[in-house]
Nanobody, 124 residues
Framework: QVQLVESGGGLVQAGGSLRLSCAASGRTFSSTAMGWFRQAPGKDREFVAVVSWNGDTVYYAPAVKGRFTISRDNDKNTVYLQMNSLKPEDTAVYYC?????????????????WGQGTQVTVSS
C-alpha cells in the first residue's frame, strides 16, 4: 500500500517562498519517478514538475521553470518542491503523485497514487 502525505503549504505574500514536502510509505519509493501537480478552483489539475527515480532528471512546466525546484531524498522517502518568487497565480492545492515506473509522465492520468494535497495561497 502506497501512501503520500504532503505538508508545507500555507499563506505567503507575492515574491515569497515555500517548501513543500511529500512523505511516502513503501519500500519501492526509490524505484519510481515522483511528480507535483496543482489545481486551482475551477481549473483542471495541471503538471508542475517531475523528478526521476534517482533525482538526476527533472522537468518543469513553463509557468514555474526557473522559480520552482523539485528534488528527492530516497533515504527519507521524501520528495520536495522548493517554490521561490511566488505569484498570486501559483495559488492552488498542490499534490504529489507517484509514477508507475521510471518514465517521467506529465499528465495526471498517468499517475496511480496521489496525496491528499496541501493548500498554497499567494497574496498580492
Amino acid at each position: 500500500q502506497v501512501q503520500l502525505v504532503e505538508s508545507g503549504g500555507g499563506l505567503v505574500q507575492a515574491g515569497g517562498s515555500l517548501r513543500l514536502s511529500c512523505a511516502a510509505s513503501g519500500r519501492t519509493f526509490s524505484s519510481t519517478a515522483m511528480g507535483w501537480f496543482r489545481q486551482a478552483p475551477g481549473k483542471d489539475r495541471e503538471f508542475v514538475a517531475v523528478v526521476s527515480w534517482n533525482g538526476d532528471t527533472v522537468y518543469y512546466a513553463p509557468a514555474v521553470k526557473g522559480r520552482f525546484t523539485i528534488s528527492r531524498d530516497n533515504d527519507k522517502n521524501t520528495v520536495y518542491l522548493q517554490m521561490n518568487s511566488l505569484k498570486p497565480e501559483d495559488t492552488a492545492v498542490y499534490y504529489c503523485a507517484r509514477a508507475p515506473g521510471r518514465s517521467l509522465p506529465t499528465r495526471p492520468y498517468e499517475y496511480h497514487y496521489w496525496g491528499q494535497g496541501t493548500q498554497v495561497t499567494v497574496s498580492s
